[in-house]
């Protein structure tokens, strides 16, 4: 049997990056492709699902211990703080903040957060981005829930008010619109809806106009020129079926 020292202990609270905190309730020896490797088995509460992780893999990972409270407390005053220019390519913003979410720390995951609220602040997420947020929230919250000893609703609140202090006026100044963009700031969807409006008020005004018209009465001179017309229709029929039957009496 394979004896060795491991970072975490049982019943130790870690933090799994892509997965949650979670706790490990085992530590085990496996055989794998005939060596015997030590595993972590991480209970994962928000997921009730149990993973099991080899103790050589778990740094590389992002596994790590649960913050202190001081720490704990660094990544939530980060949230009211100033920051970076944020840009308007989705794709590139989601891939940054996925990179961020892979190294795990409590500050990237505070970072994710702060990010992609504001970003929604200006026009709503697309839905890759709105679960990336979501789970680095829960990751947030849980976090600082253990490290601060408080419960899910207090930690919700204390985010929340991070996120929008009273009497704050929302960043959305820091973007960057790039030619690229696939995600329209906010003033392209306003002067849309604008020429939306008009276009609808322009087709209306078309359509009273429409009523207010009088429908045209034909008239008689015409229609009677219409019908005095299909007679001599027949006539050329009739002169041409004469023509055929003549060309037939001339082939005997």
Known sequence: MVKSKTPFKVNQKVV???????????????EFKE??????????????MIVMVPVSKAE??????????????????LLSDDFEPITSDWKLRYQMNLDLLKKGSIIDIATI??????????????????KLYDSARKLLEDEIS???????????????????????????????????DEDDD???????????SDSHNGTKNSSDADDNEEPEIPDEADATNE??????????ETDESDDDSFNDEDSF
């Open 146 to 180: 253990f490290a601060m000893g408080k419960n899910l609703k207090e930690v919700e609140i204390l985010i929340h008010t991070k996120l929008e202090p009273p009497g704050s006026v929302p960043k959305v100044k820091h973007i960057i619109n790039l030619d690229n």
């Open 35 to 48: 060596e015997a490797l030590l595993y972590y088995k991480i209970y994962l509460d928000a997921s009730d």
């Open 113 to 130: 957060v702060r990010c992609l609220y504001n970003r929604s602040k200006v026009k709503e997420l697309p839905i890759l981005e709105r």
């Open 16 to 30: 799994y990056p892509s997965q949650g905190v979670g706790k490990i309730v085992e530590i085990f020896e496996k």
């Open 227 to 236: 019908a005095s017309d299909e007679p001599a229709d027949e006539s050329d």
């Open 186 to 196: 906010l003033m392209d969807d306003l002067d849309g809806e604008n020429e939306e």
């Open 60 to 77: 590389d990972l992002g596994i790590r211990s649960i913050v202190s409270a001081e720490e704990a407390q660094k990544a939530l005053n």
